[in-house]
């Protein structure tokens, strides 16, 4: 067996047990693998292995990945950071895009969504951690931008996503994301239909699915140690 296959392997029991443990059921918790910095063949491994959601956080990078595996069943989730002048090709290639964190952003991936492809699936960007982390509305500001995206057509609202600052306190990491699954239901009681959260990494995904996530995104723990930049 490939490592990949074996990595994989080893997520998806962490998976099932963590889900096991919140008492929801392991499929109500989809797998994003992030292949950020590894080359289209990596992919197409784990893709090899059952693996059909993959995670990359920039444009250039993800869009030549798209490019090279066309024939390959693939969805791909846009998680990065997002300049308002790289929607387009966002748009035009990604099936979700998890890091929408302002309003000229968003209307600029509806405005650049093609008219034949379905809506594109968006979550909005929370800070859940303060003052350590720039990425994300504040909790709090999320339904200012929900109202805004609520009113794009080729947009479609699925839910919210935090990446939390790293820290090995298991309580701390329980506590941030449940700041998250507090925002998703403060949404929910306004009257937006919701089903996504996405939360939870290599290194404390097993505590954002104890507080509910929905999509966890996972890198290392599938691929490796990447190079630092
Ligand atoms: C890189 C990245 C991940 C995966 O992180 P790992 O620690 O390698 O699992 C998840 N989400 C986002 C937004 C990322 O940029």
Not at 82 to 94: D, L
Not at 150 to 167: D, H, K, N, V
Not at 172 to 187: E, T
Request: glycine share 8%.
């Amino acid at each position: 067996m490939t490592s990949i296959a074996a990595n994989l392997q080893a997520v998806r029991r962490r998976i099932e047990r963590a889900a096991r443990e919140a008492g929801r059921a392991p499929d109500g918790v989809q797998l994003i693998a992030v292949s950020k910095t590894w080359p289209a063949e990596r992919v197409a491994e784990a893709h090899a292995c059952g693996q059909r959601a993959f995670g990359e956080n920039q444009v250039q990078e993800g869009v030549e990945k798209i490019g090279r595996l066309t024939h390959l069943a693939i969805e791909w989730h846009f998680i990065g950071p997002i300049q308002s002048n790289k929607t387009r090709p966002i748009s035009e290639h990604f099936q979700w895009v998890h890091s929408v964190e302002r309003e000229k952003v968003a209307v600029r991936l509806d405005d650049a969504r093609p008219a034949h492809l379905p809506p594109l699936d968006v979550c909005i960007q929370v800070n859940v951690s303060g003052e350590g982390s720039k990425s994300g509305v504040e909790p709090g500001q999320e339904a200012e931008l929900a109202r805004i995206i609520a009113g794009l057509p080729r947009l479609r609202l699925r839910g919210l996503m935090a990446i939390p600052e790293p820290t090995a306190d298991r309580r701390l990491q329980r506590q941030r994301f449940a700041l998250l699954r507090d925002a998703k239901d403060r949404l929910a009681a306004a009257g937006y239909a919701l089903d996504t959260l996405s939360m939870g990494m290599s290194d404390d995904f097993e505590a954002a699915i104890l507080e509910g996530a929905t999509m966890v995104r996972v890198g290392t723990a599938i691929f490796g140690q990447r190079q630092k930049a």
